[in-house]
């Protein structure tokens, strides 16, 4: 899995007239990118921060998310890219935000947040590959230049790094769940963070009612028949990987409210 270095998200910023930061509206305080931000303010470059997998919670949480963030001087939007919801009014955001012609826009964000989904479905066709999984086929490899529509380019780059967010997001965005030695303290991490906010979240998905993390790791592999083949113990890691690749394709009911930042 090959990532964006810092200097060359620098690069793409200053080259572009609009930075389009895509971050996954179930945890958009989370996945936002403080840096990238402060790089397309120091550069002076309109910033449309697009809150994206809009399908993913009610209509509410997001005109509240997207109140909020506009009321620290950001251009927002939300849509879900996957659902073309919006993504004609996105379009023409940016088109506002650009005062040259033709011009150019540069969209960033962390891994899965989605970005190679929202200039899908501003091409209106299949463009740059996509993939829920950090690391899986369709992961994108390095900057694209794409075209919207004549006068208006778009410039796909492969993500952040490092990963912003702290623990788990630092790890479970970076890394393929193959590839992490031990997934089980970041799903753990996770389904804390999850039932924080949704204690029905694991019944709704595996039909699992424990609250403890390593309980319902526990129970879904065995529910999936996952032992190791010496000890006969449940193969929890299996159980692990599966609930981070879950998250990623959102099988699991879950949303930060917005009630949470604004207390």
């Given at each position: 899995?090959?990532?964006?270095?810092?200097?060359?998200?620098?690069?793409?910023?200053?080259?572009?007239?609009?930075?389009?930061?895509v971050?996954?509206?179930?945890?958009?305080?989370?996945?936002?990118?403080?840096?990238?931000?402060?790089?397309?303010?120091?550069?002076?470059?309109?910033?449309?921060?697009?809150?994206?997998?809009?399908?993913?919670?009610?209509?509410?949480?997001?005109?509240?998310?997207?109140?909020?963030?506009?009321?620290?001087?950001?251009?927002?939007?939300?849509?879900?890219?996957?659902?073309?919801?919006?993504?004609?009014?996105?379009?023409?955001?940016?088109?506002?935000?650009?005062?040259?012609?033709?011009?150019?826009?540069?969209?960033?964000?962390?891994?899965?947040?989605?970005?190679?989904?929202?200039?899908?479905?501003?091409?209106?066709?299949?463009?740059?590959?996509?993939?829920?999984?950090?690391?899986s086929?369709?992961?994108?490899?390095g900057?694209?230049?794409?075209k919207?529509?004549?006068?208006?380019?778009?410039?796909?780059?492969?993500?952040?790094?490092?990963?912003?967010?702290?623990?788990?997001?630092?790890?479970?965005?970076?890394?393929?769940?193959?590839?992490?030695?031990?997934?089980?303290?970041?799903?753990?991490?996770?389904?804390?963070?999850?039932?924080?906010?949704?204690?029905?979240?694991?019944?709704?998905?595996?039909?699992?009612?424990?609250?403890?993390?390593?309980?319902?790791?526990?129970?879904?592999?065995?529910?999936?028949?996952?032992?190791?083949?010496?000890?006969?113990?449940?193969?929890?890691e299996?159980?692990?990987?599966?609930?981070i690749?879950?998250?990623?394709?959102?099988?699991?009911?879950?949303?930060?409210?917005?009630?949470?930042?604004?207390?």
């Open positions: 899995m090959q990532l964006a270095s810092w200097r060359l998200l620098a690069r793409t910023i200053k080259n572009v007239d609009v930075v389009v930061e971050v996954d509206i179930r945890d958009p305080m989370v996945t936002r990118s403080r840096r990238a931000e402060r790089m397309a303010e120091a550069l002076d470059k309109r910033l449309l921060i697009v809150l994206n997998k809009s399908d993913l919670v009610p209509l509410r949480v997001a005109e509240k998310w997207a109140r909020i963030i506009e009321g620290m001087g950001f251009d927002v939007i939300y849509v879900s890219a996957r659902h073309r919801l919006s993504t004609r009014r996105l379009r023409g955001f940016i088109k506002h935000l650009a005062d040259v012609k033709p011009f150019s826009a540069g969209v960033i964000g962390f891994p899965k947040t989605g970005k190679s989904s929202v200039i899908n479905a501003l091409r209106g066709r299949k463009g740059a590959p996509t993939s829920p999984i950090p690391g086929p369709g992961y994108t490899k900057l694209q230049l794409l919207i529509e004549p006068g208006f380019y778009m410039v796909d780059t492969p993500g952040v790094i490092p990963v912003e967010g702290g623990w788990p997001e630092s790890i479970i965005r970076g890394r393929s769940p193959e590839d992490l030695p031990d997934p089980v303290p970041p799903a753990a991490a996770l389904i804390e963070k999850i039932l924080r906010y949704n204690r029905r979240a694991f019944q709704a998905a595996y039909g699992i009612t424990a609250q403890d993390p390593y309980e319902i790791m526990e129970r879904l592999a065995v529910k999936r028949g996952w032992f190791y083949k010496t000890t006969k113990e449940p193969l929890i299996e159980a692990a990987r599966t609930i690749r879950d998250y990623h394709k959102a099988k699991i009911p879950f949303y930060v409210p917005p009630e949470e930042f604004t207390r």
